[in-house]
């Protein structure tokens, strides 16, 4: 039976639409609990803002993903494609570890804005999370067939691309709008190569990270927080993991390996140039600062949403080169 390609769409629809509904839901519930960021040093507010975000977008990612497993299991409404039946069975441990890995690293996420977790506590927790999403099976296995080397590079990339993620989570929209546009890269990636569930884990994540941005950019009523860049960075990195970029079994494309590399560069270069920097200042690296491309940006003359605006296009065009190979 061919897979039903309005499940794409009613993917990324259902958690657009979950995120936009709910968002306001958790702000409200933010401000009840006190659950807020308040203006301080290297801040730009001048109000204290909710952290609601990344309960949002988990919220749109989990209730869609939920919904979908609970009709393709009991054939409600139709919708009993055996290619997505096929794909739930066969990778029913690996999608629940994804599931598991979501709301444990938007939970550690959320102490860290509540309690403000020291470096090397809250390393540990991402790693301890990503060893567990590792041993599910997500892992990387490109061309050296190691379990310990599997394991370990699987953890370093997870943890590098959280934090880059967490380090572009410095000006309204930036985060969730990079987030966006390489899920949606993952997305047409997996979509063109039949890999469906990845393909919908890809677009609940891009209508997730939309819905959540007009609540943020380019006026923020609402912040991603810690939880929520750590979202963000915990599933581009699983997405970037997830797909068969190359096969042995074929010679064709090889430069296919570098599609995560070319889909996530603006972050993954901004964290590079950062971390360096701090390096030959005789900083840590995980003590923040306005030396990002961003705020270099801003300080070259562009208002603050024109420099966001020009990363996320540097960020397209950079990703789009992943489908010129």
């Known amino acids: 039976m061919a897979f039903p390609y309005n499940v794409y769409l009613a993917a990324f629809a259902g958690a657009l639409a979950t995120t936009l509904l709910s968002l306001p839901l958790w702000r409200r519930w933010c401000v009840r609990t006190g ?3 308040d203006p301080g040093q290297r801040k ?13 977008v988990l919220t749109g990612i989990l209730v869609p993903t939920l919904v979908a497993v609970a009709l393709v ?5 139709g919708l009993n494609s055996a290619a997505l039946i096929h794909g739930l069975d066969k990778r029913k441990i690996e999608l629940a570890a994804i599931l598991f890995g979501a709301v444990t690293m938007v939970a550690l996420g959320w102490w860290d804005d509540k309690h403000e977790l020291r470096p090397l506590a809250k390393f540990a927790g991402q790693i301890l999370i990503a060893a567990i999403v590792a041993t599910a099976g997500v892992r990387v296995t490109l061309f050296v067939h190691n379990i310990v080397f599997s394991y370990a590079i699987t953890i370093l990339w997870i943890l590098t691309v959280i934090n880059a993620f967490n380090f572009m989570d410095n000006m309204n929209g930036l985060c969730a709008g990079l987030g966006a546009i390489g899920a949606f890269y993952f997305a047409a990636s997996a979509a063109v190569s039949g890999q469906y569930l990845v393909a919908l884990i890809a677009l609940l994540a891009c209508g997730a990270l939309l819905g959540f941005l007009p609540y943020n950019f380019p006026r923020a009523t609402v912040f991603l927080g810690d939880a929520g860049s750590h979202l963000v960075g915990y599933l581009l990195a699983v997405l970037a993991i997830l797909p068969h970029f190359y096969s042995q079994k074929s010679d ?36 923040g600062d306005n030396n990002h491309l961003s705020h270099r940006l801003v300080r070259a003359g562009l208002s603050r949403m024109r420099a966001v605006l020009l990363i996320w296009l540097i960020a397209a065009a950079v990703g789009a080169l992943a489908f010129l190979w």
């Open 35 to 37: 659950h807020m960021d």
């Open 44 to 56: 730009i507010h001048e109000s204290p803002i909710a952290l609601g975000g990344g309960l949002a």
């Open 73 to 77: 299991k009991f054939h409600i409404a």
């Open 252 to 287: 064709l494309n090889k430069l296919a390996v570098l599609t995560p590399l070319l889909v996530l560069a603006v972050p993954l270069a901004d964290l590079a140039w950062v971390v360096i920097l701090r390096w030959r200042m005789g900083k840590p690296f995980y003590v």
